[in-house]
């Protein structure tokens, strides 16, 4: 039991060593909230330029129709002057006004069109704008991120090299558990017997069981979680 004492000193490091390596988690869930963000957006931004393309391609066409449709009147009313008949003047001013309401409405339709090209350019230049902003928010966290991670890493270091010191005063087979259990659970491998449970994953065992465990002779991982359980007892050495 008194070798193993060391595996409590071993815990406490791995609690640091993991403390070190999740302190920028919550600004690396930040960076991929703002990625996702930036992406939205520059879903919305292609879809924009989709629309603004689409609907200068109609503007093209409008003003094509209106041209010809100009044309036209312009020759309907030279017509209109040279008629012989009450007859054939009713039918061409019929024609005109068809030609001229055809007209109103592609030029009513061509103003529509721009005035919508016009917002979405805007809404365009908004999005462009967002991103520039959130790339550039998104750099400089990921700056205090490696500075960060930089800093830590001599720590992370030196703690691992003092836990391969205290686990050279520890029992080969508790070591080997040890390793195995942290080759599962990285800086979470160890954990104490709480009464009759795992004081982590709360697998419940027999009396008899925690009885032996207590004794400090023979060390199992955990049947639930598979940390290196250590005996109750070795808490208040």
Same mark, same amino acid.
């Given at each position: 039991?008194?070798?193993?004492?060391?595996?409590?000193?071993?815990?406490?490091?791995?609690?640091?060593?993991?403390?070190?390596?999740?302190?920028?988690?919550?600004?690396?869930?930040?960076?991929?909230?703002?990625?996702?963000?930036? +992406?939205?957006?520059?879903?919305?931004?292609?879809?924009?330029?989709?629309?603004?393309?689409?609907?200068?391609?109609?503007?093209?066409?409008?003003?094509?129709?209106?041209?010809?449709?100009?044309?036209?009147?312009?020759?309907?009313?030279?017509?209109?002057?040279?008629?012989?008949?009450?007859?054939?003047?009713?039918?061409?001013?019929?024609?005109?006004?068809?030609?001229? +309401?055809?007209?109103?409405?592609?030029?009513?339709?061509?103003?529509?069109?721009?005035?919508?090209?016009?917002?979405?350019?805007?809404?365009?230049?908004?999005?462009?704008?967002?991103?520039?902003?959130?790339?550039?928010?998104?750099?400089?966290?990921?700056?205090?991120?490696?500075?960060?991670?930089?800093?830590?890493?001599?720590?992370?270091?030196?703690?691992?090299?003092?836990?391969?010191?205290?686990?050279?005063?520890?029992?080969?087979?508790?070591?080997?558990?040890?390793?195995?259990?942290?080759?599962?659970?990285?800086? +979470?491998?160890?954990?104490?017997?709480?009464?009759?449970?795992?004081?982590?994953?709360?697998?419940?065992?027999?009396?008899?069981?925690?009885?032996?465990?207590?004794?400090?002779?023979?060390?199992?991982?955990?049947?639930?979680?598979?940390?290196?359980?250590?005996?109750?007892?070795?808490?208040?050495?």
């Amino acid at each position: 039991m008194e070798n193993l004492k060391y595996l409590k000193d071993v815990m406490s490091l791995d609690k640091v060593i993991l403390g070190l390596k999740q302190a920028n988690n919550e600004e690396l869930k930040r960076i991929e909230f703002l990625i996702k963000q930036k +992406d939205k957006k520059e879903e919305e931004i292609a879809q924009l330029r989709n629309d603004i393309k689409q609907a200068k391609e109609q503007v093209t066409a409008s003003e094509k129709s209106i041209f010809e449709i100009e044309k036209k009147l312009e020759q309907s009313r030279a017509n209109l002057n040279a008629v012989t008949s009450q007859q054939q003047e009713e039918a061409l001013s019929v024609s005109i006004k068809k030609q001229e +309401d055809e007209f109103e409405g592609l030029q009513d339709k061509t103003l529509e069109l721009l005035e919508m090209i016009e917002e979405k350019e805007a809404l365009q230049k908004e999005a462009i704008e967002f991103i520039t902003g959130i790339t550039n928010t998104i750099d400089e966290i990921q700056a205090e991120v490696d500075q960060g991670n930089k800093a830590n890493k001599s720590k992370v270091l030196s703690l691992e090299n003092q836990i391969e010191g205290l686990l050279s005063e520890v029992p080969p087979e508790a070591v080997k558990l040890y390793k195995m259990a942290a080759s599962k659970r990285a800086h +979470d491998a160890c954990t104490f017997l709480i009464g009759q449970s795992c004081g982590s994953c709360k697998f419940t065992y027999a009396a008899g069981e925690v009885a032996t465990f207590n004794k400090g002779i023979d060390l199992i991982l955990c049947k639930g979680c598979q940390r290196l359980l250590l005996p109750a007892p070795l808490r208040d050495i």
